[in-house]
């Protein structure tokens, strides 16, 4: 007669046990810790609207960083180092790749006219919706991956050829001339007309959109699309969803002292797209050849690392040899 079950899984829970503690007590943590983080920010540091400073901006960056990296060594003492290095790579290739976020929010504001002392508002909603939809994306990601392996090489030769586009892309993308905007707009009925920090206000009597969340919701459209390059080059490095979805967190939220640091200077340096895209279609290359050649998480992390330092110095290299731009003649006087 064959055991009951019942008897066989209460035989199985007490050598499970300290494993699902610790995986509960890790996901429980941080989850707190980034609740905790985003009540601080939003509750006491930005619960009036301002002009995010340059100092801030990097204050915050260092406040962000600091947090992932002392995660990583969290990682690496409770999980060992080979997911520690798997979360540093992923970090790093998330926070490279949100780089191309930062001058689209600009296009967005800058074409809808957001004056700066509400970006911050647009920015922390916009990310804080991220968060929920890059969590779906990544879970469901990693388990079609889990299901249908073959779906590995689908994702591998993506991030290739996503990596090809990027280098052979000319100009941004204005997101206020996009399909996406246009069904907004369609969708929403939105006046032209700001009403403080608000996201609706009243148009003769009728309830209408201001472009505080027109912009918002093109923020999270950008970070969705934006998402379908990087989760994939994540999952390329590590297929566990704790470490895919929480270097994605730290990389996002981070986001917006990026773009305040990077405001005032909006200019790119050239020939960084070329680093970026190096970098999607190695990690495409390494996930699409996974069953024949396994690269140790180290030499992954380590190649990542060159290829950005690499182009981040080539490109800081062309830009101050480039030819300074002359300033337009003033008109002349009538």
């Excluded at 006219?113 to 509400?118: K, M, R, S, T, V």
């Excluded at 459209?221 to 730290?250: E, G, K, R, Y």
Aim: proline letters at 6%.
């Amino acid at each position: 007669m064959p055991a009951d079950p019942i008897a066989r899984l209460a035989d199985l829970l007490p050598a499970s046990l300290p494993f699902l503690a610790a995986t509960n007590l890790a996901w429980g943590g941080f989850l707190l810790l980034v609740l905790a983080m985003l009540a601080l920010d939003l509750g006491v540091f930005h619960r009036k609207a301002h002009v995010v400073s340059t100092k801030e901006a990097l204050a915050w960056s260092v406040v962000w960083v600091s947090l992932a990296l002392l995660f990583g060594a969290g990682v690496w003492i409770v999980m060992g180092s080979e997911r520690a290095l798997e979360y540093l790579s992923a970090y790093v290739v998330e926070k490279t790749l949100s780089v191309d976020n930062v001058f689209i929010f600009a296009i967005i504001f800058s074409s809808l006219a957001i004056p700066p002392i509400y970006q911050h508002r647009v920015l922390f909603w916009g990310i804080l919706t991220a968060l929920i939809l890059r969590a779906i994306m990544i879970f469901a990601g990693t388990a079609l991956l889990a299901r249908f392996h073959w779906l590995i090489y689908v994702f591998g030769g993506f991030l290739v050829l996503t990596g090809l586009k990027l280098l052979f892309r000319k100009g941004d993308h204005d997101p206020s001339a996009s399909t996406a905007f246009r069904i907004i707009k369609r969708l929403v009925p939105t006046t032209d007309r700001l009403d403080g920090d608000h996201f609706f206000t009243r148009v003769n009597g009728r309830r209408m959109a201001t472009p505080l969340l027109a912009a918002l919701l093109l923020v999270e459209v950008t970070d969705v699309i934006f998402a379908l390059d990087s989760i994939p080059a994540v999952l390329a490095i590590s297929l566990d969803p704790f470490i895919v979805f929480t270097s994605n967190v730290f990389a996002i939220l981070g986001l917006r002292s990026l773009y305040f640091l990077l405001s005032g200077a909006m200019t790119k340096l050239p020939g960084l797209d070329v680093g970026l895209a190096a970098v999607l279609m190695f990690v495409g290359v390494k996930m699409a050849a996974v069953d024949f050649i396994k690269v140790p998480t180290a030499i992954s992390f380590a190649t990542i690392i060159a290829i950005l330092a690499t182009s981040v110095l080539v490109a800081r290299a062309r830009a101050k040899s480039a030819p300074p731009a002359v300033p337009a003649p003033p008109p002349a006087a009538s």
